[in-house]
């Protein structure tokens, strides 16, 4: 890709993630996002295709942009590893369900491959640090990721709970599932910067 077309798409996907963060996915269009980002609707058309494959591009993003760090600091042994499965499901829910849920909203079902795929890379890598402390690593991999999910979270939040005691919870279930016992207060996530 041409270093112009790969500043454009930058600046497309800046745009997009800034106006739908402040608007809501449904009330933010292709022309909006195309005068944000300074181009025209047309080059957003042929780089992206639709709507659809635009907020795809987007939740890709901001999932490589979290990624590789956190799968970093998940293999790092100088932590113990109940603190750095903690640690991953807290960024987890600050860096990609609170920023993403709006995005899969509007996904509805598309890029279902590419989700799959970072899903099994998460789940290869939390199960072998839970490995180090449990024999049922695998399995559990898969609890701890089936909590932090969007839907679920939007089910919570139109329930009444605050998006910081949602991801309190999914801590808190988290070290119970791992260990039979209650979260201790020294090891509750600091209050969140993120909104949702």
């Known amino acids: ?3 112009d077309a790969v500043r454009n798409e930058r600046a497309i996907l800046l745009a997009a993630h800034r106006l739908i963060c402040e ?9 909006d996002i195309a005068a944000e980002a300074g181009v025209g609707k047309g080059t957003l058309f042929r780089r ?3 709507r659809a494959g635009l907020v795809g591009a987007l939740f ?4 490589v942009d979290w990624e590789t760090g956190a799968l970093d600091r998940l293999a790092d042994p100088a932590v113990p590893p109940l603190h750095r499965v903690l640690a991953f499901v807290t960024e987890l829910f600050d860096r990609m ?4 849920r709006p995005l899969l909203r509007a996904m509805d079902g598309h890029h279902g491959e590419e989700r799959i795929r970072h899903y099994r890379l998460w789940q290869e890598h939390l199960a072998t640090v839970i490995g180090e402390f449990r024999p049922d690593g695998d399995f559990l991999a898969h609890a701890v990721l089936a909590t932090p ?3 679920f979270v939007d089910l919570l939040i139109d329930g009444g709970m605050t998006l910081d005691e949602v991801r309190t919870g ?6 119970t599932t791992l260990t039979g016992a209650l979260l201790p207060p020294d090891l509750h996530p600091p ?3 993120c909104t949702g």
């Open 149 to 151: 999910r969007g839907q």
């Open 97 to 100: 369900v609170v920023p993403g």
């Open 170 to 175: 999914v801590v808190a279930f988290t070290h």
């Open 23 to 31: 608007n809501g996915v449904d009330q933010v269009s292709m022309n």
């Open 1 to 3: 890709m041409r270093a």
């Open 60 to 63: 890709e993003q901001l999932t």
């Open 48 to 50: 992206f295709g639709d």
């Open 191 to 193: 209050p969140s910067a």
